[in-house]
T-cell receptor, first 116, second 109 residues
Framework: NAGVTQTPKFRILKIGQSMTLQCTQDMNHNYMYWYRQDPGMGLKLIYYSVGAGITDKGEVPNGYNVSRSTTEDFPLRLELAAPSQTSVYFC???????????????FGEGSWLTVV | KQEVTQIPAALSVPEGENLVLNCSFTDSAIYNLQWFRQDPGKGLTSLLLIQSSQREQTSGRLNASLDKSSGRSTLYIAASQPGDSATYLCAVKRDKLSFGAGTTVTVRA
């Protein structure tokens, strides 16, 4: 059981380039999330999805796009990369939404992105 | 807006000492609180989940308490080991999951 898998692990982008962070989960979870973690800060929610075909913005969505064509996959797209997007990105999934009381959330191992 | 604070930001203790990690939050109207462990270069692993109606939760050497009215939670790790070295994050859940910045723990052999 692989859980939540993210690729790539590390990436360096030039300003203005675009890229997609891949995320897949094999737990048949309905809910998936993308977070970013900046040094010394807590995780901030970028986008989330409650099921295939349904996505919504989190706290810090600007500069990102997502899609959810299948239950398993939730890619995060960075358009026109900026230095402010240098961060560690975490994909996560859960059976129920984070607003549901007893739910546990499972995280991928992270993707380190540097924009220069 | 929910603010979650973890103090201290870093902690170093000798092996065998008990660890006490603190988490405070500003809005007490939460559904639950979760403690995570993060190892360098790795994702977050859930350690304990405390429902808003609970006062504490235990798993092995870990014990987490919750005082919702005062907006505080404490994670106790008994008889620390070098393998406990990691960053520990707390997160509170209401309409979304709000994270603290974490406490980085080093246990010296």
């Amino acid at each position: 059981n692989a859980g939540v898998t993210q690729t790539p692990k590390f990436r360096i982008l030039k300003i203005g380039q675009s890229m997609t962070l891949q995320c897949t989960q094999d737990m048949n979870h309905n809910y998936m999330y993308w977070y970013r973690q900046d040094p010394g800060m807590g995780l901030k929610l970028i986008y989330y999805s409650v099921g295939a075909g349904i996505t919504d913005k989190g706290e810090v969505p600007n500069g990102y796009n997502v899609s959810r064509s299948t239950t398993e996959d939730f890619p995060l797209r960075l358009e026109l990369a900026a230095p402010s997007q240098t961060s560690v990105y975490f994909c996560a999934s859960s059976w129920g939404g984070f607003w549901e009381k007893g739910n546990t959330i499972y995280f991928g191992e992270g993707s380190w992105l540097t924009v220069v | 807006k929910q603010e979650v604070t973890q103090i201290p930001a870093a902690l170093s203790v000798p092996e065998g000492e008990n660890l006490v990690l603190n988490c405070s939050f500003t809005d007490s109207a939460i559904y639950n609180l979760q403690w995570f462990r993060q190892d360098p270069g790795k994702g977050l692993t859930s350690l304990l989940l405390i429902q808003s109606s609970q006062r504490e939760q235990t798993s092995g050497r870990l014990n987490a308490s919750l005082d919702k009215s005062s907006g505080r939670s404490t994670l106790y790790i008994a008889a620390s080991q070098p393998g406990d070295s990691a960053t520990y994050l707390c997160a509170v859940k209401r309409d979304k999951l709000s994270f603290g910045a974490g406490t980085t723990v080093t246990v010296r052999a």
